[in-house]
């Protein structure tokens, strides 16, 4: 007879090998399974199986010199891992030596067609925000909103600084006219296309809530207009620039009432149609974790948002000559061009999202970026503009109040059903098409 090997547990509990005595003496089958012999079961997948993750960490890292060196490799490989998800995954990253070049054309040459141009491809590349995967729908939609307004923003307050007004009317007005019918419109068709087997629906009543704010914005851009042109003005002039400043205060307020409503008073309101779906489903969701963490996260969008405002310096001072160089009218670059490229990561986000049947994310950056350009990027400029001494106003010009009253109208027609399909996604691409010709032939009245 062979005499019995004794094994010594080192790092393994007393009280496993009692219950491991416990079982054997039980007459269950998983009992009889543990206490085979060594042939059948090898003692160390016995310990793999039945030890907690914590216990075998414990074994494997025992030593101290063996986890400071993990986790100095650990810290190596998140900053390549971040560097190369940020940097070298996103092949609209290839626009990256666009930005400086912009600037070393701007210091040789002065050339501002190029200059514009370089600065426009420059812009495009932003961080990929996967902050809704740590936030949740309706949080994810909004920070994505946020995030991706923020060229706009820091473009408008240049543009504000150096008095150029109309050049911030139109380049907001076409960054609410490309959000809601280009990138809504690409958002459903692709997710049409690619989810064909079935119908894609979303929150009906957070979409209604914003279609609401959304007229709610139209009425503060058109009364001013509307002041305008039927001369019923106290003061020619000033009675709309005071309209208007009072309008925006009250949108400001109305936006962040909205925001507390959106996020503390009624959350149920907003719960995602396929959240029960994504939780009950069989870890579906596995393979759509984040590439990288929450505070690489913001770190690069930070990064990405002061490069941004390096680069609006050169793109603003460099816009009209590019409109003479080019021979395009401002107004088409303002409407149609920046918005472009301001959206392009938005743009991106809500196809993505659709694509993975995740349209109240889509609807979150589409629509949710519109409401926040109308009801708060509008009325900040306006004060903004107020509080530095330019006449920063409500009155976008009859055209112009046209073109949004009429978009708002079509939106809030294809959300009523709460549903979404390839071609209504087409319907809206060609609705954007109709309105960037009629900018390309449109002079602006205001000049």
Same mark, same amino acid.
């Given at each position: 007879? +062979?005499?019995?090997?004794?094994?010594?547990? =080192?790092?393994?509990?007393?009280?496993?090998?009692?219950?491991? %005595?416990?079982?054997?003496?039980? &007459? $269950?089958?998983?009992?009889?399974?543990?206490?085979? %012999?060594?042939?059948?079961?090898?003692?160390?997948?016995?310990?793999?199986?039945?030890? /907690? +993750?914590?216990?075998?960490?414990?074994?494997?890292?025992? @030593?101290? &010199? +063996? #986890?400071q060196t993990a986790r100095h490799e650990t810290l190596a490989g998140i900053i390549y891992k971040s560097i190369r998800v940020v940097v070298f995954s996103n092949k609209l990253n290839l626009l990256m030596p666009f930005g400086p070049l912009a600037i070393l054309v701007q210091k040789l040459t002065g050339h501002l067609g190029w200059v514009f141009g370089l600065s426009l491809l420059g812009i495009v590349?932003?961080?990929?925000?996967?902050?809704?995967?740590? =936030?949740?729908d309706t949080v994810g939609g909004l920070l994505n909103a946020t995030f991706g307004n923020a060229t706009e923003l820091i473009i408008s307050i240049?543009?504000?600084? %150096?008095?150029? $007004? *109309?050049?911030v009317q139109l380049s907001l007005l076409g960054s609410i006219l490309s959000n809601m019918l280009l990138v809504l419109g690409c958002a459903f068709l692709c997710g049409g296309i690619v989810n064909h087997k079935k119908e894609q629906v979303f929150n009906k009543a957070a979409a209604s809530v914003n279609s609401g704010l959304l007229l709610?914005?139209?009425?503060?851009?058109?009364?001013?207009?509307?002041?305008?042109? =039927?001369? =019923?003005?106290?003061r020619v002039g000033k009675s709309e620039l005071s309209l208007s *400043?009072? /309008?925006s205060c009250i949108m400001l307020v109305a936006y962040v009432a909205y925001l507390f409503f959106q996020l503390?008073?009624?959350?149920?309101?907003?719960? /995602?149609?396929?959240?029960?779906?994504?939780q009950n489903g069989n870890n579906s969701n596995d393979d759509e974790s984040p590439d990288i963490s929450k505070w690489e996260t913001l770190i690069w969008l930070s990064v990405? $948002?002061?490069?941004?405002?390096?680069?609006?310096?050169?793109?603003?001072?460099?816009?009209?000559?590019?409109?003479?160089?080019?021979?395009i009218p401002v107004a088409f670059i303002s409407v149609i061009l920046l918005p472009l490229v301001g959206n392009a990561a938005e @743009?991106? /986000?809500?196809?993505?999202?659709?694509?993975?049947?995740?349209?109240?994310? %889509?609807?979150?950056?589409?629509? &949710?970026? #519109? $409401?926040?350009?109308?009801?708060?990027?509008?009325?900040?400029?306006?004060?903004?503009?107020?509080?530095? &001494?330019?006449?920063?106003?409500?009155n976008f010009q009859l055209f112009e109040t046209a073109a949004l009253f009429l978009t708002v109208i079509v939106v809030a027609f294809m959300l009523q059903e709460g549903t979404a399909n390839y071609f209504k996604g087409l319907m809206l691409i060609l609705c954007y098409l109709i309105v960037a010709a009629s900018f390309y032939v449109h002079v602006d009245s205001s000049q």
């Amino acid at each position: 007879m +062979e005499t019995p090997v004794e094994v010594k547990p =080192t790092r393994v509990a007393s009280g496993f090998l009692d219950d491991l %005595s416990e079982t054997c003496k039980m &007459g $269950t089958p998983n009992g009889r399974a543990m206490c085979k %012999s060594d042939d059948e079961v090898p003692f160390d997948s016995e310990i793999n199986f039945h030890l /907690s +993750e914590s216990i075998l960490v414990d074994v494997r890292g025992s @030593h101290s &010199g +063996e #986890s400071q060196t993990a986790r100095h490799e650990t810290l190596a490989g998140i900053i390549y891992k971040s560097i190369r998800v940020v940097v070298f995954s996103n092949k609209l990253n290839l626009l990256m030596p666009f930005g400086p070049l912009a600037i070393l054309v701007q210091k040789l040459t002065g050339h501002l067609g190029w200059v514009f141009g370089l600065s426009l491809l420059g812009i495009v590349p932003l961080a990929e925000r996967q902050l809704a995967f740590y =936030t949740g729908d309706t949080v994810g939609g909004l920070l994505n909103a946020t995030f991706g307004n923020a060229t706009e923003l820091i473009i408008s307050i240049y543009a504000l600084k %150096s008095g150029m $007004t *109309r050049v911030v009317q139109l380049s907001l007005l076409g960054s609410i006219l490309s959000n809601m019918l280009l990138v809504l419109g690409c958002a459903f068709l692709c997710g049409g296309i690619v989810n064909h087997k079935k119908e894609q629906v979303f929150n009906k009543a957070a979409a209604s809530v914003n279609s609401g704010l959304l007229l709610m914005a139209v009425m503060g851009i058109l009364f001013p207009a509307v002041l305008h042109y =039927t001369h =019923t003005e106290v003061r020619v002039g000033k009675s709309e620039l005071s309209l208007s *400043r009072l /309008s925006s205060c009250i949108m400001l307020v109305a936006y962040v009432a909205y925001l507390f409503f959106q996020l503390k008073s009624q959350r149920s309101l907003y719960v /995602s149609v396929n959240e029960d779906e994504s939780q009950n489903g069989n870890n579906s969701n596995d393979d759509e974790s984040p590439d990288i963490s929450k505070w690489e996260t913001l770190i690069w969008l930070s990064v990405m $948002t002061a490069w941004i405002s390096i680069l609006s310096e050169y793109l603003v001072g460099a816009m009209e000559g590019a409109s003479m160089a080019w021979e395009i009218p401002v107004a088409f670059i303002s409407v149609i061009l920046l918005p472009l490229v301001g959206n392009a990561a938005e @743009h991106a /986000s809500a196809i993505m999202f659709a694509m993975k049947d995740k349209l109240d994310i %889509s609807l979150g950056v589409a629509i &949710g970026s #519109s $409401t926040q350009i109308s009801m708060f990027v509008i009325p900040f400029c306006v004060v903004i503009g107020w509080i530095i &001494g330019q006449p920063m106003d409500l009155n976008f010009q009859l055209f112009e109040t046209a073109a949004l009253f009429l978009t708002v109208i079509v939106v809030a027609f294809m959300l009523q059903e709460g549903t979404a399909n390839y071609f209504k996604g087409l319907m809206l691409i060609l609705c954007y098409l109709i309105v960037a010709a009629s900018f390309y032939v449109h002079v602006d009245s205001s000049q």
